[in-house]
């Protein structure tokens, strides 16, 4: 199993550009989330999903979107990048919330100039 | 809601003791509890249910008092592999994602 996977590992946009951060797990996890990273702020809740075709906003919607298509893969969509959204972006996956560990992706290291 | 975790950064010579303390201001389901070293994505490292059951580590254990709506993670005579920073992530009810804390950062010395 390749567990979670992540591309890019690393990205570089210019303000105003779009772009779509891929995750996908091959372990049939229903859960799936992404978080943002910042220094000092812990991992802060983006968007997440509790199966295919089911999506909810968490702590730090604003200028993302996501959808869930099948069980595989949970893209994370940056609409008009700014520099505010550079940052390290986790994806993560879980069978269930309450009594199963998340198992992280490696991470997408983003900078918006 | 981000729980709250203290302290914010601790050092530990190798073989002392430290206890890193989560709290909420909702009532939790459970609690988890997760290590990131530098530069690598957080690593699992246990779960601690209403009811008392836990999951996870065997060098590394945690309370779960429901009532003060807090948990506390034990490390005993610790390591240098036991650097990095520690993430409480709670779960409030069954409608409510998993939501973490700011994270202490643990420094083990020789």
């Known amino acids: 199993n390749a567990g979670v996977t992540q591309t890019p590992k690393f990205q570089v946009l210019k303000t105003g550009q779009s772009m779509t951060l891929q995750c996908a797990q091959d372990m049939n996890h229903e859960y799936m989330s992404w978080y943002r990273q910042d220094p000092g702020m812990g991992l802060r809740l983006i968007h997440y999903?509790?199966?295919?075709?089911?999506?909810d906003q968490g702590e730090v919607p604003n200028g993302y979107n996501v959808s869930r298509s099948t069980t595989e893969d949970f893209p994370l969509r940056l609409l008009s990048a700014a520099p505010s959204q550079t940052s390290v972006y986790f994806c993560?996956?879980?069978?269930?919330?309450?009594?199963?560990?998340?198992?992280f992706g490696p991470g997408t290291r983003l900078t918006v100039l | 809601q981000q729980p709250v975790q203290s302290p914010q950064a601790v050092i530990l010579r190798e073989g002392e003791d430290a206890v890193i303390n989560c709290s909420s201001s909702?009532?939790?389901?459970?609690v988890h509890w997760y290590r990131q070293k530098h530069g690598e994505a957080p690593v699992f490292l246990m779960i601690l249910l209403k009811g008392g059951e836990q999951k996870g580590h065997d060098k590394i254990s945690a309370s779960f008092n429901e009532k003060k709506q807090q948990s506390s993670l034990y490390l005993t005579a610790s390591q240098l592999s036991y650097s990095g920073t520690y993430f409480c992530g709670t779960f409030n009810s069954g409608n409510t994602p998993l939501v973490f804390g700011k994270g202490t950062r643990l420094s083990v010395i020789a």
């Open positions: 999903s509790v199966g295919a075709g089911i999506t």
């Open positions: 909702k009532a939790l389901y459970s």
């Open positions: 993560a996956s879980s069978y269930g919330v309450t009594y199963n560990e998340q198992f």
